[in-house]
Nanobody, 115 residues
Framework: QVQLVESGGNLVQAGGSLRLSCAASGSISSITSMGWYRQTPGKQRELVATIINGGSTTYADSVKGRFTISRDNAKNTVSLQMNSLKPEDTAVYYC?????????WGQGTQVTVSS
């Protein structure tokens, strides 16, 4: 099993920045990739960014150039630096870890961007 704990969500004005962090514990060696997803009421959870063990990253088109995902393997953490935030970035952000057989989720952290 993998346990994930997010932190860093907050209320911020449009144009501002936030940094989300996710600490992983448990079967760390089984993780093949980690990422961030987000969800708003009534909508499906959507991919924001992922990073695989080799370091390659992917981003949703809506956040390219504004968000940066990074991973610290020594600390077993994955972070999401969010710059130039927009009101449409408002959502609950979830940390995700994939192993060969399972997906694991954190409890979510709220990000609210005011206009």
């Amino acid at each position: 099993q993998v346990q994930l704990v997010e932190s860093g969500g907050n209320l911020v004005q449009a144009g501002g920045s936030l940094r989300l962090s996710c600490a992983a514990s448990g079967s760390i060696s089984s993780i093949t990739s980690m990422g961030w997803y987000r969800q708003t009421p009534g909508k499906q959870r959507e991919l924001v960014a992922t990073i695989i063990n080799g370091g390659s990253t992917t981003y949703a088109d809506s956040v390219k150039g504004r968000f940066t995902i990074s991973r610290d393997n020594a600390k077993n953490t994955v972070s999401l630096q969010m710059n130039s935030l927009k009101p449409e970035d408002t959502a609950v952000y979830y940390c995700n870890a994939k192993t060969r057989l399972n997906f694991w989720w954190g409890q979510g952290t709220q990000v609210t961007v005011s206009s």
